[in-house]
């Protein structure tokens, strides 16, 4: 890597970790800084099976839905944060990760009869909205902080989130140091 990469990298690394609102954690750190992405589903990871990987889609999904960009599972989030559990966390990391899962779907069974994976999209919302407060009024680091971390930065690294959602471009037009926003859409990307 060269110096002139590190430093990109870094630069990425600041500005996700205020996207998500405070430090990334280690493991995840090290996974973007090896270069892992969304074409995880490439691999045979065996960790989570069906019925997880499916829990993982609708919470990717409820988290960063599908609105005039495309969301979290077209994107491959899910199989992105199956990798991230499987080969960058330990085991001491990944089991609060994975009890927590199993809350979310023991919450969902509870108050709609269903699997979260199966509930309505209003309910998985109400069920996220639930830990999301919990995980942000705690002192101590939930699961769920972790879960959304994954979720936003297997997002954001994917082609899709950079390309259509932050509308990356890597080598934009000239400066144009005074334009109206509805001339070039996302102040932010451009």
Known sequence: MSQKDGLARRQFLQRLTALAGGALSAPLV???LAGTSAH?????ITL??????RLLVAIADTIIPDTDTPGASVAGVHHYMHLILSEWYTNAERKPVLAGLAE?????????????ANSTAAQQ???LHEFDQAAYSDTKEPFFRKL????IVGYYT?????????????????????????????????
């Open 30 to 32: 090290s996974a973007i």
């Open 40 to 44: 995880a589903a490439d691999k045979n």
């Open 48 to 53: 989570l099976g069906d019925s997880d990987l």
């Open 104 to 116: 979310i779907n023991a919450r969902a069974q509870a108050s709609a009869g269903e699997s979260f």
């Open 125 to 127: 919302l109400a069920i």
């Open 148 to 151: 959304k971390e994954m979720v």
């Open 158 to 190: 994917s082609e899709i989130g950079a390309s259509e959602e932050l509308r990356y471009e890597a080598v934009p037009g000239p400066y144009e140091g005074c334009v109206p926003v509805s001339k070039i859409g996302r102040a932010w990307a451009n």
